[in-house]
């Protein structure tokens, strides 16, 4: 049965490669090898290797809460928890193996601690909640509607302990890492055509209205952590003000990411890759205007691929 999972896995790796293509695999390569190399260098210092061990759990946390098929596991395999663990040490191996050759243990025993609490308990749970937050945004925005509903205890507690703890230094920019990640997710799923057609719409008008609302809605929802970050913090104000700019970018892009590719009801496995891969570059300063290329590439793609289904509004 093992052996069945290996084989699944990489079938999932292969089609996944296989719609990104050749071009975008080599970057892709290319932007992994430049991390893990940073990885070994950075983790040398004992701080830069706490932060990364921690922010390395909240990659895990982040995943395990998104993956579908931990019903399919538990199903199928009576030793799933070990399974699943056993994927994150292989997802880890960079990070443990550059903090065990910078003899980095006190973050490495972190790390480690951190994540087997994660897989604890991984029973299935899809859970949604209904608020008057969901009817303050607008009808038009179904990705953050939707988004808001699933992770809505998740996102008001980690916005109102950013607010309440502002005053430290390095909440904010971690609050707003975590929310702006969150907020990623909204745009994986697909829309079903009944929903893309009933904004009566063109392509183009579709994909301005699409990014329009969502530099709105985030910018509401950040403006409050960025300012507070402002005053506590006011010789510091650029990181704040930069960390807000890069992830609204990273969003942007993915957005453009979505509809590049779209097609009624589909989890793209594609697309999840190259927003990945345009995470990485927003993240990494020098590779930041790769990431707005990308996306400028990715806009243009998108209004080609959504005339097919809204050619009917091109007015």
């Not at 892709?28 to 190399?37: E, K, N, P």
């Not at 453009?256 to 779209?262: E, G, I």
């Amino acid at each position: 049965m093992v052996q069945s999972l290996i084989v699944i896995r990489l079938k999932q790796l292969y089609r996944s490669l296989k719609d990104i293509g050749l071009l975008r695999f080599i970057l892709l390569i290319a932007i992994i090898t430049f991390l893990i190399s940073a990885l070994f260098i950075k983790s040398a210092d004992y701080t830069n290797a706490l932060y990364i061990s921690l922010g390395f759990n909240l990659l895990i946390l982040i995943i395990h809460i998104k993956r579908k098929d931990k019903l399919f596991l538990k199903s199928h395999f009576t030793n799933y928890k070990t399974l699943i663990l056993a994927e994150y040490i292989i997802l880890s191996a960079p990070v443990i193996a550059a903090l065990l050759t910078n003899s980095q243990f006190k973050s490495l025993i972190i790390f480690i601690s951190i994540a087997l609490t994660i897989n604890i308990d991984s029973k299935p749970q899809s859970r949604s909640y209904n608020s008057w937050l969901q009817r303050l945004i607008p009808n038009d925005s179904i990705e953050f509607k939707a988004g808001v509903r699933r992770y809505l205890i998740i996102l008001t507690t980690i916005w109102t302990a950013g607010i309440a703890a502002s005053f430290y230094t390095a909440t904010v920019p971690v609050v707003m890492f975590i929310i702006g990640i969150i907020i990623l997710s909204f745009y994986e799923q697909c829309e079903p055509l009944q929903i893309l057609t009933s904004y009566e719409l063109s392509a183009k008008k579709l994909m301005v209205l699409k990014i329009k609302r969502h530099i709105q809605i985030y910018t509401i929802v950040m403006m409050p952590l960025v300012i507070l970050f402002t005053i506590f913090n006011h010789t510091l104000w650029y990181i704040a003000a930069t960390e807000f700019f890069v992830l609204l970018t990273l969003h942007i892009y993915a957005i453009t990411v979505k509809y590049a590719l779209y097609k009624p009801n589909i989890k793209s496995q594609a697309a999840q890759t190259l927003v990945a891969i345009g995470a990485i570059g927003a993240l990494i300063a020098p590779l930041l205007p790769l990431t707005i290329i990308m996306g400028i590439r990715f806009y243009i793609k998108s209004i080609n691929n959504l005339n097919q289904y809204l050619n009917d509004y091109n007015r």
